[in-house]
């Protein structure tokens, strides 16, 4: 007798295998979607009808099983492939692909969803986002470009917007410091006349003497005093053309007066001022350092005269002529007084070298750098005093640092001090620019062995001008490395990585996006390369890991269940039929 119960088991075997052919068929439309994950339909046997349970041996009987008669198939539950697609490079900057388990995290609308696929693109605000809008999150960078992990930001790449200064704070010098020169004694000497304070040329004008209460007078060359410097005006004293080393040390001004005039850089009452200011400006030094001087000053001589000495060293020779200090408002005194003349000419073997650094701001600033031979010692080497200066600088005085080098009798470097100098700085740059010279770093260091001449140059030097951020790229770290254009690297960005006890537990929200569910378990957000997160390849996307071969033979086996399903339904209607004719 037919069994209507074999109607329904074959319409569960038509419902369950057209669930599969859905499933297969989703895989098949997302072969070429970017990260795919394929997924598959189990099946289950639905619940039996009991004929009988069965019984258990026993004396008489050896034990019979249970009978039941199987009432269909149902649908066990999908299961979701997480294995990783094959990897295509792309070449666009913004493409990530995944290696390995983890998920890239996103925020829409301030939900947290997670994604394999890495096809993403910068929005106007330079956000990195996906094709539907979801800001791709990770760990951002401080005023240092230094990663704050733990708290996860949108991950912003400002191409063209951003832009970077670097101060120098490391030089490094090479060259060689020709040890067969003779010994710094003396600096080039230029004299100037006499100065007195009265027209008689009795009375020679001291240090002190204050130029504002005081006529000055020097002589005509015949013995009789001509008005040099007129008290009653305001003489400002412009010095232009004066060179150190064949170097223009540039246009600078001194007003004889006791307070401050506007556009004068500098100004006093007395000589001595003015000789101060004279030191300051030639970069003039005579301080002792490691028993070493100079011995750059500017003195007022005992018959009035102004005697300016430069520093030690044929590269510091001073040029200084009569024309290269001009007075104004001098009422009726000289526009020229200062009458120069050179009576000594600077010794010693030196070499002197000029580099860039650069400030806070990216401000470039050049420094001289001169090298002095000071002393050599029988079996026991050479050494040399260094002298850094700047017109650069915003104190008062060019020199900026002094220091002493010290070589073996192998003409190897032993020892330097005050290795560093300060520049500084008031146009708003962290002030002072503070810059550390080394001599001894590896294959440059600066050595002092005979040759015909010294030579010194600056190989290395940290710091940059102002550059903007015009490329960037991911690393497999997930670090997000921007470049600049003044030739800067800096980490502007880290991608991170969610991982899941249970990735299968996810949910999916479509547009190739999960979100977590009971059985996902809370996911592990970190770097990539750690926990095993796997790693990134940037310029490239995870394909889809559809296997299209498995698919259409898993299409064939659904679409056999589908037609022997309905075959039975078409049987247990014969017998139906079979059974209503015996009753014709």
């Known amino acids: 007798m037919a069994s209507t119960t074999a109607l329904f088991t074959g319409l569960s075997g038509l419902i369950s295998n057209s669930r599969r052919l859905d499933v297969i068929g989703n895989n098949i439309a997302n072969v070429n979607t970017t990260a795919f994950k394929s997924n598959r339909l189990s099946f289950s046997p639905s619940f039996s009808r009991n004929l009988s349970l069965g019984s258990a041996p026993s004396d008489n009987n050896g034990g019979t099983n249970p009978g039941q008669i199987g009432l269909g198939v149902s649908i066990g539950g999908t ?51 996906t094709i539907s809008g979801a800001r791709v999150m990770g760990f951002g960078v401080d005023d240092q470009f230094n990663v704050i992990e733990g708290e996860l930001t949108p991950i912003n790449i400002p191409v063209g917007t951003l832009t970077l200064a670097e101060p120098t704070r490391n030089v490094v010098f090479n060259g060689n410091l020709n040890a067969a020169g003779s010994v710094g004694t003396t600096g080039s000497i230029h004299t100037s006349l006499g100065f007195f304070t009265d027209v008689g040329l009795s009375s020679p004008a001291l240090a002190g003497t204050d130029v504002t209460l005081n006529d000055l007078y020097i002589d005509d060359g015949t013995g009789t005093g001509v008005l040099a410097f007129d008290s009653t005006a305001s003489p400002v004293v412009t010095l232009s053309g004066l060179e150190k080393g064949g170097k223009d040390m540039g246009t ?31 970069g003039l030094d005579s301080s002792t350092v490691d028993g070493q001087t100079l011995g750059g000053s500017v003195t007022i001589g005992a018959g009035g005269e102004i005697v300016i000495t430069g520093n030690e060293g044929t590269v510091q020779e001073l040029g200084i002529e009569t024309g ?31 580099f860039l650094v650069y400030d806070s701001l990216g401000t470039p600033l050049t420094i001289d750098l001169t090298m002095v031979l000071q002393e050599t010692t029988a079996s026991e080497g050479t ?18 640092g002094l220091g002493v080098l010290e070589f073996d009798a192998n003409g190897r470097f032993v020892s330097a001090s005050n290795e560093s100098f300060s520049v500084s700085r008031q146009n708003g740059a962290v002030d002072p620019l503070n810059v550390n010279m080394q001599f001894n770093e590896g294959a440059n260091a600066v050595s002092s062995l005979t040759d015909v001449g010294s ?24 670090s997000i490395n921007g470049s600049f254009t003044n030739g800067l690297s800096r980490t502007i960005g880290q991608l991170v990585l969610a991982k899941f006890p249970n990735a299968e537990g996810l949910v999916d929200s479509g547009d190739n996006v999960f979100r977590t569910g009971p059985n996902s378990g809370t996911p592990l957000i970190s770097r990539p390369l750690a926990f095993g997160t796997g790693r990134l390849l940037g310029g490239a996307l995870e394909l889809s890991n559809v296997d299209l071969s498995q698919e259409f033979i898993n299409m ?9 399903a309905s075959r039975v339904i078409t049987t247990t209607d014969e017998l139906m039929n079979q059974l209503l004719l015996i009753g014709r």
């Open 79 to 129: 299961q979701r492939n997480f294995g990783n697609g094959a990897i295509g490079a792309t070449g666009v900057q913004t493409d990530v692909a995944i290696e390995g388990d983890g998920f890239f995290v996103l925020d829409s609308a301030g939900s947290q969803l997670y994604t394999r696929s890495g096809s993403f693109l910068r929005n106007p605000q330079n956000d990195l986002v």
């Open 252 to 282: 600078h001004t001194f007003a004889f007066s006791a307070t401050a005039v506007p556009g004068v850089d500098a100004y006093g009452t007395t000589l001595a001022d003015f000789a101060s200011f004279l030191e300051d400006v030639l």
């Open 324 to 354: 290269d200090m001009v007075v104004t408002g001098n009422g009726g005194g000289l526009s020229q007084p200062f009458v120069m003349t050179q009576t000594g000419e600077a010794d010693g073997e030196s070499v002197r070298t000029s």
């Open 383 to 400: 050494k040399w005093q260094f002298i850094a200066e700047s017109a650069d600088n915003d104190a008062a005085s060019r020199v900026l």
């Open 455 to 478: 030579n010194l140059a600056g190989v290395f030097q940290d710091g940059s001008a102002i550059g903007t951020l015009s490329n960037f790229s991911i690393g497999e770290d997930g």
């Open 556 to 564: 064939i086996l659904a679409s056999t269940g589908y037609s022997a």
